[in-house]
């Protein structure tokens, strides 16, 4: 099993350009998840989605969106870029939503946004 | 709305001495507690977890964490630290019925010769 995939690893962006951050877990989770990981902040919820079809908000969602059409991929999309977009992205996946699953992360993507 | 606390923003360590970081939650019922480590440039790894039952917890690479209810905590510690536990460590509490977590804003371990 690969776990939970990220792709890219690293991305400048100029501001208000687009991208999609792509996420893939091979564990047949229901549960994905996206965080952003600012200096001395620890996570931030962005997304989550408890199954093919389903997304809803977390904490920090503004500038962000999400699909989930099948259960393997999450990406995340960046519409407008801009500098307080720049941080390191996880994606995670859970198996269900008992409050005491183990989330599983991805290796991250590093955004700069200038 | 739950809630996390790392009082510790850094914490350097000698190799080979014992290490202590502390965590405080916020959380009406009986919370899922969780530590994770993160290396440089990596995802977060899960070191142990709680649930209920025994509150001194195992886990991997010799890490134990205890469950204290009266002092809303849930610390790790490691008997004697080794180099390559220089990271960031997270403590994070999930709710019953509830996918998502809560991370603290981390501590970071620097192990000294």
């Known amino acids: 099993n690969a776990g939970v995939t990220q792709t890219p690893k690293f991305r400048i962006l100029k501001i208000g350009q687009s991208m999609t951050l792509q996420c893939a877990q091979d564990?047949?989770?229901?549960?994905m998840y996206w965080y952003r990981q600012d200096p001395g902040m620890g996570l931030k919820l962005i997304y989550y989605?408890?199954?093919?079809?389903?997304?809803d908000k977390g904490e920090v969602p503004n500038g962000y969106n999400v699909s989930r059409s099948t259960t393997e991929d999450f990406p995340l999309r960046l519409e407008l870029a801009a500098p307080s977009q720049t941080s390191v992205y996880f994606c995670?996946?859970?198996?269900?939503?008992?409050?005491?699953?183990?989330?599983?992360f991805g290796p991250g993507t590093r955004l700069t946004v200038t | 709305a739950q809630s996390v606390t790392q009082p510790d923003i850094h914490i350097t360590v000698s190799e080979g001495a014992s290490l202590e970081l502390r965590c405080n939650y916020s959380?009406?019922?009986?919370?899922?507690l969780f530590w994770y480590v993160q290396s440089p440039g990596q995802g977060l790894q899960l070191l142990l977890k709680?649930?209920?039952?025994?509150?001194l917890v195992q886990g991997i690479k010799g890490f134990e964490a205890e469950f204290k209810r009266s002092q809303s905590s849930f610390n790790l510690r490691k008997p004697s630290v080794h180099w390559s536990d220089a990271a960031e460590y997270f403590c994070?509490?999930?709710?019953?019925?509830?996918?998502?977590?809560?991370f603290g804003k981390g501590t970071m371990l620097l192990v000294s010769p």
């Open positions: 989605s408890v199954g093919a079809g389903i997304t």
């Open positions: 564990m047949n989770h229901n549960y």
């Open positions: 959380y009406g019922a009986t919370p899922y």
């Open positions: 994070a509490v999930g709710e019953s019925g509830y996918s998502t977590l809560t």
């Open positions: 995670a996946s859970s198996y269900s939503r008992t409050g005491g699953d183990e989330q599983y």
């Open positions: 709680y649930f209920s039952g025994d509150t």
